[in-house]
């Protein structure tokens, strides 16, 4: 019962950080999208595809490690270790960045003013390194209080100067900053909470036994970090900036809510799954719970923008957005799968087979993600390369829950089981909102408003007659009957 009630703890603050925070970053980047061009958001999507690889390589999987270790087994030296390992990675990665990727950068993307913004959007790099242990241990004890509170009020900040700099025409150079000052506010604020200082202790054998599980989550993140990039490199190359910061419109859009809900659902159940590690039953009960929840959250999002990708583009971002429309579409079906299951590489960590998440990230990649994608962007585009997402996470679903099948029992079947009528809802809610639009069409922010509200409607409506035991549960659960509900209804009745 106790994991139960720090699970849910767990999950309310770290929802509310999650969607706070990125409830506020969708209305920065709404407001900077005003001002700002695809072509800056382009430059931006170039430098994070180098920036990005260096900064997986660099945390070498510590702080997982470190989360999935046993209490009973984690000491001292082994926090103090992975902060200098890091600290100095870091340094060194920033030097290889300034001095070696940003000409590398410049030279392959025919773009010279990478080679300045690329110094100034690596600085995070650091900055990240410092408060990566204290929120390790923050969430080694399931606690998300301080750091959603960490996360909002970086996030309000760094959106804050970002719009500042935005208008005063600073271009790309207000979304470089953003992320810098966002990095920095959040450090300060976890060392403020955690008041953890490293002892100046490196021990070898500390070393080995973090970096023998830490090396394949590693090993993962860098085939994981390819397949979620290698469309933001070719697009980049093959097509060019604007192009590029129009599909990245699309993934940020569909990409922003969903990776938020899963890592929401990560932060919380990879802690909690390692704490019952020796109970496959138990780990299996609490996945198809958490991947239920998924669906219902994730499917009815992705509904709407599929349905609404053009009046949501027109009126949140303006006419020269107008190429990120398909995309978006197509990136948001591929989202779907997605909440088909909540995360099965967390599965695979917290039972400590980080090795087969490395060995499925690794074949995945080189199998679908790279020749789906390259086919699909050199042919097609930027549609293309939405399309080889999408079949790329078809692939990956199956054979991913392949594994998590023989971990912990649970069959592909089952969600799908699971999902067949929330999918079905949502097309047939998605069909009668085109239908109505077809037969009467308005203005773009009325198209926006009142499909918005059919598909609320709608989909409550199928949650309030199918899935009433779940919402009483979650109800039940979180006390919301009890602090919400229940007053409104006596009050409604007297």
Not at 50 to 68: N, P, R, T, W, Y
């Amino acid at each position: 019962m106790r994991l139960q009630n720090s699970i849910v703890s767990g999950l309310g603050w770290t929802s509310l950080a999650s969607f706070s925070s990125q409830g506020l970053r969708l209305l920065f980047k709404l407001v900077l999208a005003k001002l700002l061009l695809p072509e800056d958001y382009g430059i931006i999507g170039m430098a994070a595809v180098f920036i990005g690889f260096i900064e997986v390589v660099s945390e070498m999987g510590m702080v997982s490690a470190l989360i999935q270790r046993p209490k009973e087994k984690l000491h001292a030296q082994h926090y103090a270790t992975a902060f200098w390992l890091n600290i100095a990675i870091a340094l060194l990665g920033y030097g290889l960045i300034v001095f070696v990727i940003s000409p590398l950068a410049v030279w392959f993307y025919e773009e010279p003013i990478l080679g300045e913004v690329m110094p100034l959007l690596a600085l995070p790099f650091i900055f990240n390194t410092f408060y990566a242990i204290p929120k390790a241990k923050l969430s080694k004890n399931l606690k998300f209080k301080s750091q959603a509170i960490a996360e909002v009020v970086s996030v309000l900040i760094g959106g804050v100067i970002a719009i500042s700099l935005a208008f005063q025409d600073w271009g790309v150079w207000a979304l470089a900053w953003n992320g810098v000052v966002v990095s920095l506010v959040a450090a300060l604020i976890y060392w403020l909470y955690v008041r953890w200082f490293p002892e100046f202790i490196f021990s070898r054998q500390a070393f080995h036994e973090l970096f023998g599980f830490g090396s394949k989550v590693m090993v993962e993140r860098i085939f994981h970090f390819f397949t979620l990039n290698i469309d933001y490199l070719l697009i980049g190359k093959l097509i060019g900036g604007a192009a590029l910061g129009a599909y990245t419109l699309g993934f940020v859009l569909t990409n922003t809510l969903v990776k938020q809900l899963t890592n929401v659902m990560n932060k919380v159940m990879f802690p909690a799954y390692s704490s019952i590690q020796k109970s496959k039953d138990a780990i299996a009960k609490y996945f198809l719970h958490i991947s239920k929840v998924s669906q219902l959250l994730v499917f009815p999002l992705m509904l709407g923008l599929i349905v609404l990708a053009k009046p949501i583009i027109q009126v949140g971002f303006g006419t020269q957005w107008m190429m990120a429309v398909t995309p978006l579409q197509i990136l948001a079906l591929a989202t779907i799968l997605n909440g088909l299951s909540a995360n099965a590489t967390v599965i695979m960590r917290s039972v400590g087979r980080s090795d087969l998440s490395m060995k499925l990230s690794i074949t995945s990649t080189l199998i679908s993600t790279i020749p789906a994608v390259t086919v699909g962007a050199i042919f097609f585009g930027i549609n293309g390369a939405a399309i080889g997402i999408l079949i790329d996470r078809i692939f990956r679903f199956f054979w991913y829950q392949r594994t998590v099948h023989r971990l912990i029992g649970v069959h592909y079947l089952s969600l799908l089981e699971m999902a067949w009528k929330p999918l079905l809802a949502c097309v047939f809610i998605g069909v009668l909102a085109n239908l109505l639009y077809y037969l009467h069409p308005v203005s773009a922010w009325a198209h926006l408003l009142i499909g918005s509200a059919l598909i609320s409607t709608g989909y409550l409506w199928y949650l309030l007659i199918f899935e009433r035991e779940l919402l009483d549960k979650v109800l039940v659960v979180t006390k919301i009957q009890d602090k919400v509900v229940t007053p409104v209804v006596k009050y409604i009745n007297s």
